[in-house]
């Protein structure tokens, strides 16, 4: 089991670069402490498809 650290240091965020808002934060993982990177991972592999459609659709569409 891992040992928590007592140390009061607040985390920093690895996206934003300030202080981590924990309970507050859509992919931080209070059974893990730390952000859950694969959330974000995850997340971009359903966005990829999406934003490809939306680019194919606007190259069909005539520029005037």
């Given at each position: ?34 952000c859950e990177i694969s959330l974000l991972a995850y997340n971009l ?20």
């Amino acid at each position: 089991m891992r040992k928590k650290s007592n140390d009061n240091k607040p985390k920093i965020c690895p996206l934003l670069d300030e202080n981590c808002i924990q309970n507050g934060c859509a992919i931080y993982n209070e059974m893990l402490e730390r952000c859950e990177i694969s959330l974000l991972a995850y997340n971009l592999f359903l966005l990829a498809p999406a934003t490809k459609q939306n680019l194919d659709a606007e190259s069909r569409i005539p520029r005037q």
